[in-house]
């Protein structure tokens, strides 16, 4: 099927002015300033002046079989749905394990990621959990990435934290050089996404870790790097020498800093805007501890706190283009995805049309099917 939206406010994240926007099939086909001279028999034509069209969100952070939660079996969280991540302007997502890996299974996970393919999302997966010993499907984790398909890293390992294995110096230079490797025979990321919790130590295992050029500071993406503005400094520091960030759009307990603060501060403390992403951790759990570590309550984060975070960046000042980013072709390309996280020719055809007026999502598109937010059924 052939669709062509005309008059749209292209931002692909870069902004390319009004364009006409050639669908044919699951791609890009074509941009135009004009498309009106062509004729596409059967072609279905929408006149989208007056919305924008974005690239569809990459959520680098889901826990798409739900968390397990550390308030007993049942705080266990549902698994999420593809019609959420779609109402949220999310189309690429990489789910992952956290604390739980005893009744959420690697398995269970692949199993899932293997469904949100078949619902169009293009999803993928790490391996691994907080758990060290490193889990995997394979028996290894040079194995699992460069063997199995959706898997594309490691994640997320826990430090800094009174749920983590403590792992320590050489066992994350060990599992960086098992990463790497990997990379290298499977053309993939090989990355390893890193839960930093609230010690005192922040991100020092991670900076002793890369402390001579053996281990590569880009091997690592510390995540939720804005709990607290200590943490966000310490985020600073690493991105100096060159590493990248990820920061949480759900967290709203405690210190929090906001997703747009945090990128303010970090920009105006050296920092790259290339070099920093943002995800949701949606369908985790956000548990509220003593400071004696006792469990006090919980709730579940949400994948909407994304399209939130980006909005709040725009209101501010930021400008659209560099919005963007953190939310899309930057995920894309640290994670290494192919034909997502920006709009070009031959591109999957994943775009957030958005209404200029009130910046809302209006649309989405996935994989070249279209759907009207109101078509978009959450449970």
Not at 302 to 329: H, I, N, W, Y
Request: aromatic share 8%; with cysteine.
């Amino acid at each position: 099927m052939i669709k062509i939206f005309r008059k749209v406010e292209l931002y692909t994240p870069t902004y390319s002015g009004k364009k006409d926007l050639l669908i044919v099939g699951e791609h890009i086909e074509g941009i135009f300033d004009n498309i009106g001279k062509y004729s596409f028999p059967k072609s279905i034509t929408k006149n989208f002046d007056g919305k924008i069209a974005v690239p569809g969100f990459v959520d680098g952070h889901v826990h798409v079989i739900g968390g397990g939660g550390e308030g007993g079996f049942v705080s266990r969280i549902p698994e999420i749905q593809a019609s959420k991540l779609l109402s949220c302007g999310i189309t690429s997502v990489i789910g992952l394990l956290g604390t739980d890996s005893v009744t959420k299974s690697l398995l269970s996970l692949f199993a899932k990621v293997k469904a949100l393919r078949e619902e169009r999302i293009n999803a993928y997966m790490l391996t691994g959990s907080y758990e060290y010993p490193i889990q995997t499907i394979s028996g290894s984790v040079k194995k699992d990435i460069v063997l199995l398909d959706p898997i594309i890293g490691v994640g997320e390992v826990a430090i800094s934290d009174h749920r983590s294995s403590v792992i320590t110096i050489q066992e994350i230079r060990r599992l960086a050089g098992e990463c790497h490797v990997a990379s290298l025979l499977s053309s993939k990321s090989g990355k390893i996404v890193v839960h930093v919790g609230k010690s005192s130590k922040m991100l020092s295992p991670l900076m002793e870790a890369i402390s001579d050029d053996e281990v590569q500071i880009t091997s690592f993406l510390p995540t939720h790097v804005n709990r607290n503005s200590r943490l966000l400094e310490a985020a600073a520091e690493w991105m100096k020498r060159g590493g990248f960030v990820d920061l949480t759009a759900g967290i709203s307990e405690g210190e929090f800093v906001s997703v747009k603060d945090a990128i303010k501060y970090l920009l105006e403390n050296g920092g790259d805007i290339d070099h920093i992403l943002v995800s949701s951790d949606s369908q985790g759990s956000i548990p509220v501890f003593d400071e004696s570590g006792n469990f006090l309550s919980m709730k579940i984060s949400g994948c909407s706190v994304m399209f939130k975070a980006f909005r709040e960046c725009v209101q501010s000042g930021m400008k659209m283009e560099d919005a963007l980013k953190p939310f899309t072709v930057n995920v894309a390309r640290f994670f290494k995805l192919k034909n997502v996280g920006n709009l070009d020719v031959d591109k999957r055809a994943d775009i957030v049309f958005l209404d200029q007026k009130n910046l809302e999502i209006d649309s989405i598109m996935v994989n070249g099917e279209y759907f009207h937010k109101n078509e978009l059924r959450v449970n």
